[in-house]
Nanobody
Framework: QVQLVESGGGLVQPGGSLRLSCVASGFTFSSYWMYWVRQAPGKGPEWVSTIGRGGSTFYADSVKGRFSISRDNAKNTLFLQMNSLKVEDTALYYC???????????????RGRGTQVTVSS
């Protein structure tokens, strides 16, 4: 079945780095635009980043210059490199599949369960 499974979250100090991974299965990964979304406690889901089929990338202003999205189509894997982490980056991060160039997270048709990122001293 169609599935997305994230990993790589954890507890990190402010200024630290983490690399999230998302392994896709059950569909032709290379044919889809992929997204990272996060949800902080008590808040709604927030679009974080996008990567197109051809590798074009887009970022929310809140993470631009600190986060980097990439994909390895041979391994059906999506990545999010997160540097210079801030306390406000604390959230459940999940990957999702969706239509091209859409930042409305409600339009994504497949999502993983997520991996928790906690930034704290």
């Amino acid at each position: 079945q169609v599935q997305l499974v994230e990993s790589g979250g954890g507890l990190v100090q402010p200024g630290g780095s983490l690399r999230l991974s998302c392994v896709a299965s059950g569909f032709t990964f290379s044919s889809y635009w992929m997204y990272w979304v996060r949800q902080a406690p008590g808040k709604g889901p927030e679009w974080v980043s996008t990567i197109g089929r051809g590798g074009s990338t887009f970022y929310a202003d809140s993470v631009k210059g600190r986060f980097s999205i990439s994909r390895d189509n041979a391994k059906n894997t999506l990545f999010l490199q997160m540097n210079s982490l801030k306390v406000e980056d604390t959230a459940l991060y999940y990957c999702a599949r969706g239509p091209p160039g859409v930042t409305d997270v409600q339009r994504y048709d497949v999502r993983g369960r997520g991996t928790q990122v906690t930034v704290s001293s």
